[in-house]
Antibody
């Protein structure tokens, strides 16, 4: 079955960078894109961007342009790992970050989430 | 900038029916907004329920249905059960990006 397993909790200082991973299995990776979404404590969701693993094309929300990078690592035939790197962290970047499978405007499975805390 | 609005909270009795709505400040929600609906329980990741306004995933219980209603996207729960108490979010595609609604806290009482 489709599984998206994310990396663990991160604590970062303001100005640092964080890289979160999302290991996908159970489906044909090149057929489905991945979106990244975050949810600040007690708040709603914010779409950050999307990556197409077939061609590596990325589409970032304007708010994150220049500070965000999404990549893919297809290291085996049975799994692939997606990454999101956010730079120049601020306290308001504190949130749970999720990866979610989306293709042709259909959102499906989500990862379990990764808490990123930015604090001095 | 697109703002997506949902009812902040709704209450329904067990066995009852409730409809949650999703509106956009840019105009009517249509099939081109590709509405998706999600359920989130406290401390858990969201679970997708509905895509493209009306389509259910294989795991979506039959009591959940989606529709487009008077320029809004709607999620209807029929025969509500206690385990349906959760936060529900809609997601719309607008202007080349995805925008989430603020969520509806559904209480089953």
């Amino acid at each position: 079955q489709v599984q998206l397993v994310q990396s663990g909790t991160e604590v970062k200082r303001p100005g640092a960078s964080v890289k979160v991973s999302c290991k996908a299995s159970g489906y044909t990776f090149t057929s489905f894109g991945i979106s990244w979404v975050r949810q600040a404590p007690g708040q709603g969701f914010e779409w950050m961007g999307h990556i197409n693993p077939y061609n590596g094309f990325t589409d970032y929300a304007q708010k994150f342009q220049g500070r965000l990078t999404m990549t893919t690592d297809t290291s085996t035939t049975s799994t692939t790992t997606f990454y999101i790197e956010l730079r120049s962290l601020r306290s308001d970047d504190t949130a749970v970050y999720y990866c979610a499978r989306d293709h042709d405007y259909v959102w499906g499975s989500w990862g379990q989430g990764t808490l990123v805390t930015v604090s001095s | 900038q697109t703002v997506v609005t949902q009812e902040p909270s709704l209450t329904v009795s067990p066995g009852g029916t409730v409809t949650l709505t999703c509106t956009s400040n840019t105009g009517a929600v249509t099939s081109s907004s590709y509405p998706n609906w999600f359920q989130q329980n406290p401390g858990q990741a969201p679970r997708a329920l509905i895509y493209s306004a009306t389509n259910k995933h294989s795991w979506t219980p039959a009591r959940f249905s989606g529709s487009l209603l008077g320029g809004k996207a709607a999620l209807t729960l029929s025969g509500v059960q206690s385990e349906d108490e959760a936060e529900y979010y809609c997601l719309l595609y607008s202007g080349g990006s995805w925008v989430f609604g603020g969520g509806t806290k559904l209480t089953v009482l």
